[in-house]
């Protein structure tokens, strides 16, 4: 089955040591993004990939960064985390097309990040 | 003023009953709307688009009242398996989603 995958789904890191969460998919969408979300909180926008155009949201921390290397993989850099960092991170995909707003979001099991 | 609102719940909801929650968001050129479901500790899942004309699938039925800025979700004969947090999720420019908070909703046996 065409799915988003991710891993781990569980990571502990220690507070300030890096931390690489990935998010692969089989759904070959042309569009990646990272979510952060805290408990009953709404999912929040880091960032997106439409190709290979990175797109940071503005109140994203310089902390975190992303690479994607090519269609199907996607990460999520921690540099060094803080304990504000502890969440839920999710990874998902869509094919949004030019000038398109429809935009039906698939996403990955998520990464549950603790830090220490 | 939150861009997208949702009354958080929980909604308790005896088995076999109906219930109904709104959303409201702020941004009036918004041109896609979801609701999705969220279980605890899981990733959200879609649940369904919201159209104009308002859709129905299965117990679900969702509306859109494009005049007032809400959107709403419909569950007709609630099973237990329908509680989770019904996430409203809202188009904004380019595509980018903005959620809500999500409404929690447990069904009671």
């Known amino acids: 089955d065409a799915m988003v995958i991710q891993n781990p789904r569980y990571q502990v890191t220690q507070f300030g040591k890096p931390v690489t969460l990935s998010c692969s998919q089989t759904?070959?969408?042309?569009?990646m993004y990272w979510y952060q979300q805290k408990s009953s909180q709404a999912p929040k926008l880091l960032f997106h990939y439409y190709d290979k155009d990175f797109n940071n949201e503005a109140d994203t921390p310089d902390n975190f960064q992303s690479r994607r290397p090519n269609t199907s993989f996607c990460f999520l850099d921690i540099r060094s985390p803080g304990l504000g960092d502890a969440a839920m991170y999710l990874c998902a995909t869509s094919t949004l097309r030019a000038g398109g707003q429809r935009n039906e979001q698939f996403f990955g099991p998520g990464t549950r990040l603790t830090v220490l | 003023r939150k861009e997208v609102e949702q009354d958080p719940g929980p909604f308790n909801v005896p088995e076999g009953a109906t219930v109904a929650f709104n959303c409201t968001y702020s941004n009036s050129a918004s041109q896609s709307f979801f609701w999705y479901r969220q279980d605890c500790r899981k990733e959200p899942k879609l649940l369904m688009s919201?159209?104009?004309s308002g859709n129905e699938d299965g117990r679900f039925t969702a509306q859109l009242n494009r005049a007032s800025q809400y959107i709403s979700l419909l569950i007709r004969d609630s099973k237990l398996s329908d509680s989770a947090t019904y996430l409203c999720?809202?188009?904004?420019?380019?595509?980018?989603?903005?959620f809500g908070a999500g409404t929690q909703v447990v069904v009671t046996p």
């Open positions: 759904l070959n969408h042309n569009v």
């Open positions: 919201v159209y104009s």
């Open positions: 999720v809202v188009t904004l420019s380019w595509g980018k989603l903005q």
